[in-house]
């Protein structure tokens, strides 16, 4: 792994936006270099404090989903990779900061929804079933308990909201009235088709996708393009499944190969002798925290390519 990169810093290309992960650069009008940097968030709080190698593993776990996913794999959807070398499209002097960190990537129009597929009961959606017994208007069978796995995969859609924004969950009716009836039935089903097909590769690296979020766009012949990251402990609940059942009677979530750590860690952090308010800043993350984040993230992605 190269040295932690909170933040790059090309000249070669203009800046389109830095996310709460990615920095964006166009390349071109017609492509997009997304550098993943070690940034972390929380509770929609980016840390100070970078995960060493933390993007380098997701982009080496994108990359492998996409291959699976993709034209040249199950051909489940086509994707936004255009196949060429990003250290092509920047100078020699700026190599390092982008080497294995980064997507060259077709530029679409966004769709402003994001497609959650749930296969089992957790974070928001076990808090609305206990509410209402449904999760975004989809009803389910009374007696579940939090970490139960559902009769089958179902589709949450959420409204996409402005950074720093909590994304708010919506029903598959309402994406209707976003793009239309054709179009949502078709992120709707085809996000279904791309977690069993994730799902059921996962399981055989005994790891359960919980539920995820896929992005998708349109490219300028108007065809649906899977975009962004796609099935990554940032986008995705990975649980062991060895630890699932015990879990599962205890009524908790298994311990994830994700930020779940850091966020528990939060959760108890003070700032001034108070609770953190989940506002910036955010808390100092000692160096235990930092590395244990980093080791789940190593772990997931050794273990699901392995």
């Known amino acids: 792994m190269t040295s932690a990169l909170h933040t790059s810093a090309?000249?070669?290309?203009?800046?389109?936006?830095?996310?709460?992960?990615?920095?964006?650069?166009?390349?071109?009008?017609?492509?997009?270099?997304?550098?993943?940097?070690d940034r972390i968030s929380a509770f929609d709080v980016i840390m100070g404090e970078p995960i060493p190698g933390k993007g380098e593993l997701l982009t080496q776990m994108a990359l492998f989903w996409f291959e699976r996913l993709g034209p040249r794999g199950l051909n489940v959807c086509p994707h936004h990779l255009t196949g060429e070398d990003p250290l092509s499209v920047?100078?020699?002097?700026?190599?390092?900061q982008i080497r294995g960190r980064a997507m060259l990537v077709k530029r679409l129009k966004p769709i402003p929804v994001e497609a959650v597929v749930r296969g089992y009961l957790a974070g928001s959606g076990w808090k609305e079933y206990q509410e209402g017994q449904a999760v975004c208007g989809v009803p389910l069978p009374p007696g579940l308990k939090n970490a139960s796995r559902l009769?089958?995969?179902?589709?949450?859609?959420?409204?996409?909201?402005?950074?720093?924004?909590h994304d708010e969950n919506i029903t598959f009716e309402k994406t209707v009235q976003i793009?239309?009836?054709?179009?949502?039935?078709?992120?709707?089903d085809i996000s279904i088709a791309i977690y069993q097909a994730a799902s059921e590769f996962a399981a055989t690296k005994g790891i359960i996708i919980a539920d995820t979020k896929f992005e998708f766009g349109l490219d300028q012949d108007g065809t649906l393009v899977l975009m962004d990251e796609v099935l990554t402990p940032d986008s995705s609940r990975y649980w062991p499944a060895e630890t699932y059942q015990q879990s599962l009677e205890a009524g908790t979530n298994p311990p994830s190969y994700d930020k779940q750590f850091l966020r528990d860690w939060l959760e108890q952090a003070r700032v001034n002798g108070k609770p953190w308010d989940k506002t910036p800043p955010a808390p100092r993350l000692p160096r235990e925290v930092v590395d244990k984040t980093a080791a789940k993230y190593r772990e997931a992605l050794q273990r699901l390519t392995a």
């Open 90 to 96: 920047v100078s020699p002097a700026e190599a390092e």
């Open 179 to 188: 793009v239309g009836a054709e179009m949502a039935g078709r992120i709707r």
């Open 151 to 165: 009769p089958e995969p179902i589709y949450t859609p959420a409204a996409k909201a402005e950074a720093g924004e």
């Open 10 to 37: 090309l000249t070669s290309l203009p800046l389109l936006a830095r996310g709460k992960v990615r920095d964006n650069y166009a390349v071109g009008d017609d492509r997009i270099l997304m550098v993943a940097s």
